[in-house]
């Protein structure tokens, strides 16, 4: 049974990502409520309701996702006629541009939604996702979505690239505390003299969206969310592209491979930028030392880690080269969308542990990197497990401190993870030890 969350979620996450968009769900109501349940664990910070939103019932007194509420009856007699009233509906209660986004069950139905798009006047403001969304993984299904918005947004007209200026890629709401990823990202650009001009689908405006053809690289973060994008940019802007080799920036290794490779590619000295990631390290080095007792108990043991390469690889790499953590399970998603699976197959060569990938997932694992309700039920089953939340669903719904796992700050974050969520090691004795 496939339990990953699908492309009808990636195209939330897309439009969410982007201030100033609304979505339009095409399906029952259900859809929405559970979508809306899990886009307020990752939008932290609260936005009071629009009282406008009252006077269209698609909104049902609620600002964000509003929905059409089909029924049984509109799975057999069409949705068309409840499309062309949303749209004129939610238009007339807001003037933003609206995605429209079907579910599994709206997408099957014979239904001709650009026919009904027209009849509500909303051609100009509506983009449509992909029919088959749903079908899509949730990768693919936020890389259609977001390439879709900048076509829709984006002129492709002769404009004047800003030097040392770039957009970010495949960075998107779906990381815990995005908000403070996002800020690790641009210092870590900033100490080598990089500004971001976007982060497309994550938090940015359509003003930044737009501003965005401007710049002279772009960075994938996450290529597996952001493949289709980076060859739209590059096709219809002149915006080349640039995959970290060590993937996303997560842990030491890959942190000073990110600045460095940034740095060489706009011919800018990195040994500052670098210099302050090493005092970081030492300062989280001395807290390990002293609490080398915790930490001990876990060098030379196995790990089981499931997530898309380009956070898999700097993980285990990081886990390997500086803990002597190795991986025994490693449970690879969105490989048909990542060009970081072959880096990921060719380490895990390297180091011997290949065998990782065809391991038993049922083994009793000391280190789990998983997502966060797997993660809440391991540990409540078993404490001597310690496991990591490194991906959606989270099992917190409120963060006052950063969460994220990118930057220096995720580099303590991961630790404290590894060291706090174990609650007792094999010899019974508790464990305690605080990074922040």
């Not at 449509?128 to 693919?140: D, E, L, W």
């Not at 940034?262 to 002293?290: H, Q, Y």
């Not at 796992?405 to 303590?412: A, D, E, P, Q, S």
């Amino acid at each position: 049974m496939n339990t990953e969350p699908d492309g009808f979620l990636g195209a939330v996450l897309a439009a969410e990502g982007i201030k100033g968009m609304k979505i339009l769900i095409n399906g029952p109501g259900g859809c929405r409520s559970r979508t809306q349940i899990l886009l307020k664990e990752l939008i932290h910070e609260y936005s009071k309701e629009d009282p406008k939103c009252c006077s269209s019932k698609y909104f049902s007194r609620q600002s964000k996702l509003p929905c059409t509420y089909l029924n049984s009856n509109d799975m057999i007699m069409g949705s068309a006629d409840k499309i062309s009233d949303g749209l004129s509906s939610i238009n007339s209660v807001s003037d933003s541009d609206t995605i429209m986004v079907d579910t599994l069950g709206a997408s099957v139905q014979v239904t001709d939604n650009m026919n009904a798009i027209i009849r509500a006047h909303a051609e100009d403001k509506t983009i449509t996702a992909s029919r088959y969304v749903s079908s899509m993984s949730i990768y693919k299904g936020f890389d259609d979505t977001i390439t879709r918005i900048v076509e829709h947004l984006c002129k492709a007209e002769e404009k004047h690239k800003i030097p040392q200026t770039v957009n970010i890629l495949g960075y998107n709401i779906s990381d815990s505390c995005w908000e403070y990823g996002r800020k690790e990202i641009a210092k870590m650009l900033e100490s080598i003299g990089i500004s971001v001009t976007a982060f497309i689908g994550c938090g940015c405006t359509k003003e930044e969206l737009k501003r965005s053809t401007n710049s002279e690289l772009n960075i994938l973060i996450h290529p597996e969310f952001s493949m289709k994008t980076a060859e739209y940019y590059s096709a219809n802007f002149d915006i080349p592209y640039m995959i970290p080799s060590f993937g996303s920036p997560i842990g030491y290794p890959s942190i000073c491979s990110f600045i460095q490779e940034i740095s060489s590619r706009f011919g800018i000295d990195p040994a500052t930028a670098l210099e302050s990631i090493m005092s970081e390290k030492s300062d989280v080095d001395r807290i390990l030392m002293n609490s080398e007792k915790m930490l001990g108990g876990f060098r030379g043991c196995g790990c089981s880690i499931t997530g898309i390469p380009s956070d898999v690889l700097p993980i285990i790499r990081w886990m390997r080269d500086h803990l002597s953590i190795v991986p025994e399970y490693v449970k690879i998603l969105g490989e048909d969308e990542s060009p970081m699976t072959e880096h990921l197959m060719k380490f895990l060569q390297e180091i011997d542990c290949m065998d990782a990938l065809d391991a038993d997932p049922s083994e009793k694992y000391e280190l789990i990197f998983t997502d966060g309700m797997s993660a809440e039920i391991i540990k409540r089953n078993d404490g001597t497990s310690s496991c990591v939340q490194t991906r959606i669903p989270y099992s917190f719904g409120t963060s006052l401190v950063n969460r994220s796992l990118i930057g220096t700050y995720g580099c303590r974050y991961i630790l404290d993870e590894i060291i706090n969520s174990r609650g007792m090691f094999y010899c019974g004795q508790p464990t305690m030890v605080d990074f922040r």
